[in-house]
T-cell receptor, first 108, second 115 residues
Framework: KNEVEQSPQNLTAQEGEFITINCSYS?????LHWLQQHPGGGIVSLFM???GKKKHGRLIATINIQEKHSSLHITASHPRDSAVYIC??????????FGEGTQLTVNP | NAGVMQNPRHLVRRRGQEARLRCSPMKGHSHVYWYRQLPEEGLKFMVY????????ESGMPKERFSAEFPKEGPSILRIQQVVRGDSAAYFCASSEGGTGVYEQYFGPGTRLTVT
């Protein structure tokens, strides 16, 4: 079992829909990151959080430390949100351990 | 403030050649991390360096791979005698400090193709 599990693996939505991507982890962590990767592109850090909730534009990230679970929400989704979303955790040091990613496709 | 720079962006090598990948961290960052993304797979940690020191190399393959971060200049990931299985995207990240409170910022990656 991977230390970091994401669901769903693939997600297709219509423009305007509310989207949720989930991340569960099995180790103690000091921080959790949500990253975005476009096809053939680089990696953009969306959020780093260790408790509570953060919001940036249409993106919201939450974390529940007791349940070892985080969610990434996208409100009013748009085709330009189509990308791979990756959850990563920092535990016992500085290295990041990554989930397998969620491929999001938003259709117009 | 320029972001993390990696070069080259694309690198093609024949089997048996050497590959050198460079990473210049963000200004003021002295911590560098290398990650590898094999085709159709997730990202995996390779090595964590501070200036002139390797802090954690537990993710580095035992042979042919080495990394350095000299006092001056970029961090370099070196792959000797490349094989087809080394074809991957290699990402570098940098941070201001090494604990969990410091965010890691990623470079655009180097896509290595071994023919």
């Amino acid at each position: 079992k991977n230390e970091v599990e994401q669901s769903p693996q693939n997600l297709t939505a219509q423009e305007g829909e509310f989207i949720t991507i989930n991340c569960s982890y099995s180790v103690g962590i000091s921080a959790l990151h949500w990253l975005q990767q476009h096809p053939g592109g680089g990696i953009v850090s969306l959020f780093m959080l260790s408790s509570g909730k953060k919001k940036h534009g249409r993106l919201i990230a939450t974390i529940n430390i007791q349940e070892k679970h985080s969610s990434l929400h996208i409100t009013a989704s748009h085709p330009r949100d189509s990308a791979v979303y990756i959850c990563a955790v920092r535990s016992g040091g500085s290295r990041l351990t990554f989930g397998e990613g969620t491929q999001l496709t938003v259709n117009p | 403030n320029a972001g993390v720079m990696q070069n080259p962006r694309h690198l093609v090598r024949r089997r048996g050649q050497e590959a050198r990948l460079r990473c210049s961290p963000m200004k003021g960052h002295s911590h560098v991390y290398w990650y590898r993304q094999l085709p159709e797979e997730g990202l995996k940690f390779m090595v964590y360096l501070q200036k002139e020191n390797i802090i954690d190399e537990s993710g580095m393959p035992k042979e042919r791979f080495s990394a350095e971060f000299p006092k001056e200049g970029p961090s370099i990931l070196r792959i000797q005698q490349v094989v087809r299985g080394d074809s991957a995207a290699y990402f570098c990240a940098s941070s201001e400090g090494g604990t969990g409170v410091y965010e890691q910022y990623f470079g655009p990656g180097t896509r290595l193709t071994v023919t």
